[in-house]
């Protein structure tokens, strides 16, 4: 499940018990895959041996999920206007903690050179909506199902920003940064460290609406910086987080354990 290892709010807490309900179980098991040092730590620590763990992280198709022309840019110009883009794509959920980007953005009044779409559904989407609508440049796209049409909209983005409570490693993140998009994102989960030296820029989730009060403004301003990270967003997940590399990793833990399995029943012969 979604962690954050410094247990730093209420969901937070409860999922780590949840860990320590699972771990006596992960023990019996040949390997668990695992998606990050992070979410390893937590798990010795609850009493997971090491050796058990292999840390394989998510991968994203890099050929799909890359930078290019999107026609959302036009259409989305044509209807609301506006010269820089941030998106949110995901659950709007307590744990996503949505709410805090919308009212740093509220309060920051960026104009209307600026839009924040949110893309996705859940049970706080009715609530928070009216609240925060096109008076305040925020534009609600609801649920996406098409994933071109997510691809379109993550290309089209200048800013991705992903202010979460608690999360596992977030695809989300993965799939804009494959885009070459500048990403801000906590360090819930395994997210920090996917952007840790440089690759995007990382919250603390105390705070969110503060911080994000001080970076919007020069997210905005500042075009040469969110290009600049957008390159090395990409640049990190073709150096980590491939959907070929994950697949490698797998199949190399895979032929380990049968392995070790085929061994240990030539003992027993």
Not at 69 to 95: C, H, K, M, N
Not at 130 to 148: D, R, T
Not at 193 to 207: M, P, R
């Amino acid at each position: 499940p979604p962690f954050d290892g410094k247990r730093r709010n209420l969901q937070s807490g409860t999922q780590l018990l949840t860990y320590q309900v699972y771990a006596p179980f992960l023990a019996h098991y040949d390997r668990v895959i695992i998606f990050s040092q992070l979410q390893r730590d937590v798990l010795i620590r609850v009493g997971v041996p090491d050796y058990k763990l292999a840390v394989i992280p998510n991968g994203v198709d890099v050929q799909k999920y890359s930078p290019g022309y999107s026609q959302f840019t036009s259409e989305l110009a044509s209807e609301f206007g506006g010269q820089r883009l941030f998106v949110y794509q995901g659950r709007i959920a307590t744990e996503k903690n949505v709410e805090a980007l919308l009212r740093a953005w509220k309060q920051c009044n960026l104009g209307e050179s600026s839009k924040l779409v949110i893309a996705g559904d859940g049970p706080l989407l009715a609530s928070l909506k009216p609240f925060y609508g096109e008076e305040h440049n925020i534009i609600w796209l609801g649920f996406v199902a098409s994933e071109q049409e997510r691809i379109e909209i993550l290309r089209a983005a200048d800013v991705f920003i992903l202010p979460s409570l608690l999360e596992g490693l977030s695809l989300s993140l993965l799939e804009a940064m494959a885009c070459g998009v500048a990403c801000v994102a906590t360090d819930a989960g395994a997210d920090g460290e996917v952007l840790e030296d440089g690759a995007g820029v990382i919250l603390n989730t105390h705070g969110v609406t503060s911080q994000l009060k001080t970076l919007l403004p020069l997210l905005r301003d500042h075009t040469d910086w969110t290009t600049l990270l957008g390159q090395k967003a990409r640049a990190r997940v073709l150096e980590r987080y491939t959907l070929s590399g994950n697949i490698t990793q797998l199949e190399k833990l895979y032929e380990e354990v049968v392995q070790i399995r085929l061994v240990q029943l030539s003992r027993r012969a």
